[in-house]
């Protein structure tokens, strides 16, 4: 994996940049659709295409309990099992075990725990979280951490991310290659000093790319912000950074003038699934008797499929009626915004004109709420 | 509408036709995919396409009481509101009325029922069926029969047939064009005299198309063969024979060389969802975990999306893991399969081999079961 940075936006921290992977290019800044357990939920690739998606997000702990890493591997890696031929990435497994799993026992060693599926026991150390990513065949891979809950006092985000970097060395040993990717990640919850701290060490150790995670947890919006703009300025300017999970769309545009490069996040899927729909003009619920005989489409200046061919009435019917299509064209149109505003940001980013173009977009939205006031699991789509 | 014969084989009673409607020409011997309520369940109208699918059935009953015809018919019709631009047949909504709604009362009239949604009540008369197909703007519209229980005795198979002929004879002076065409239903049990009598006289009403209703339901293979091959013996050689709800591979072939043209059917569509696959040696279980590490694709001879790209053993982590992927590729594939059954039907009766290839194709499939026997409603899916 390459890494180029293109651009520097002259009036924010905003990155135009090129992550070249064994599965081709990258635009950054981009959003990654997370596809939990080898698929994006109600996609199929031939939609992903159509998008013009670079690379999706899919999460080890699934993947490793169902079907498991090593029938992936046999059967050719995660690329050709799920039939899709861009970049993946992979996070370490530590964020489900800590949030998904039974009886789970942290360690020096790794994190002991049950599977939430059928109770068998696992253990995932910093070697085995490499191990399995590599079994997977992704394009870049995550460093095992721990994201310890956000109302952790100091001491505990102290010790926990000091044990995340030596976690950060460990998976470094086990895996020393730029090919694929490796990512470190930076802990220390929202004090700044365990941050900067978390962010020199494991740029000390080295990594290919760096993410930001335990944000987009409920710290609120401000917080993550400042946290974000203290830490990138601490990181490399020529290998990307990720913030883990996050988030809206106020949440990108905002991180994107921060100097982050990728994101992921369930917002778009998860709440198309729940009838939430994205629009230049903020979020739509298609559920509401108030669309029942609305011709419109869900947003007039979208261009996506749904949009092209389909009625804010048909879909309230598809809701309403349960029907699977219902889910997926409403999926269809919130990946097609969130890529798109990608798509636009980068275009700013290019034309000079970032700032302007971030403020018009944010006074569309209006108030749209932050990642971090959801209070729902954004880390995997499930 | 118009239909045109185009041959008849020497062989067989199997018939090779066009049936030209407002929204295109349908090839015959054609399958109707079921999209009970606006939509083929997981499909979009791309998917459909991509399989050169003519016509669909969907729902009266349904589609009255969720979304209303109305609010359709203010939308511009079904076929806008679905986004579907070929040809639809929808059912009259009796047999739905008698199978899913509560406190149904059956007179002269009509039948009095509460919706099976809301317990709201309604009352369906052969006027009111019309009404409301035509509000729907489809293609075909059927006419209000009643559809006895197969294990009914004579004099109750007797009277509802007589009942079904004067609803008949009501629905074609409430639309008595061809365009939209309206097809009138013969009843009559398994008894061959009321058969002969519903044909007779269903034809001497005069309908665009002419379906043969409540067969496939519990009377066996046996009987059901022999009542479609001495019902369409009676039946005018230039008007469409559509057997309703049925069936299985080997029934479609079967019914083709008596003489029938249309079938609609859930079994492709819910065995999908079911994960029971068509393959052209037979039915296979996805769920099976002996197909956990197989990268063959469901049927190596099917040109299907879901055969050119996924493994067996892919279908089968979907399936497992609650994918609504899983669901919609097998969608795909089955209803390829159905379709594409029916293609080389055509084919082989422009080739003059319909007998042959019927032998040879029923021999591969082994003992397929009829929907006869399968015990389940295969007339709307839901």
Redesign the interface.
């Known amino acids: 994996m390459h890494y180029t940075l293109l651009t520097t936006d002259s009036a924010t921290g905003a990155r135009r940049g090129t992550i070249q992977t064994a599965h081709g290019p990258v635009e950054t800044p981009v959003f990654m659709p997370v596809g939990t357990?080898?698929?994006v939920?109600?996609?199929?690739?031939?939609d992903l295409h159509a998008e013009d998606c670079r690379i999706l997000l899919a999460n080890t702990y699934?993947l490793y309990l169902?079907?498991g890493h090593e029938?992936i591997r046999?059967?050719?890696g995660l690329h050709r099992?799920?039939?899709w031929d861009r970049a993946i990435l992979t996070d370490s497994g530590g964020y489900q075990v800590m949030s998904l799993a039974a009886l789970r026992r942290l360690t020096e060693e790794g994190v002991a725990f049950q599977s939430h599926l059928d109770g068998s026991r696992h253990t995932l150390t910093p070697e085995r979280a490499v191990e399995i990513q590599l079994a997977l065949g992704v394009d870049i891979l995550m460093a095992l951490d721990e994201c310890p809950p956000h109302a952790a006092d100091y001491a505990y985000h102290a010790a926990s991310m000091e044990r995340t970097l030596r976690w950060a060395a460990r998976c470094r040993v086990a895996h020393s290659s730029d090919e694929p990717a490796l990512f470190g990640i930076v802990q220390g919850g929202t004090f700044p000093d365990l941050r900067a701290r978390s962010a020199e060490e494991t740029r000390r150790i080295g990594f290919t790319g760096y993410a930001l995670g335990g944000l987009g947890i409920g710290e609120g919006a401000a917080a993550m912000y400042a946290i974000v703009e203290d830490t990138t300025a601490l990181l490399p300017d020529d290998a990307p950074r990720y913030l883990m999970g996050v988030g809206t769309p106020q949440d990108l545009l905002e991180c994107i003038a921060r100097g982050v490069d990728m994101f992921d996040c369930v917002l778009p899927t998860r709440n198309a699934r729940n009838g939430t729909l994205f629009t230049a003009a903020g979020r739509l619920n298609i559920k509401g008797a108030v669309h029942?005989?609305d011709?419109r489409p869900v947003d007039p200046g979208c261009a996506c499929?749904t949009c092209r061919?389909?009625?804010r009435?048909?879909l309230?019917?598809?809701y309403?009626?349960d029907?699977?299509?219902g889910?997926?064209?409403n999926t269809i149109h919130n990946l097609h915004y969130y890529l798109d505003l990608m798509r636009q940001a980068r275009q700013a980013i290019e034309a000079g004109c970032f700032a302007a173009w971030k403020d018009t977009t944010l006074a569309r939205l209006r108030a749209e709420p932050s990642t971090s006031q959801d209070g729902q699991e954004t880390h995997n789509d499930v």
């Open positions: 357990q080898a698929t939920k109600t996609l199929d690739p031939r699934h169902r079907p029938i046999d059967l050719g099992f799920m039939g029942a005989r011709e499929y061919h389909f009625s009435a048909y309230r019917h598809l309403v009626a029907e699977i299509l889910l997926r064209l």
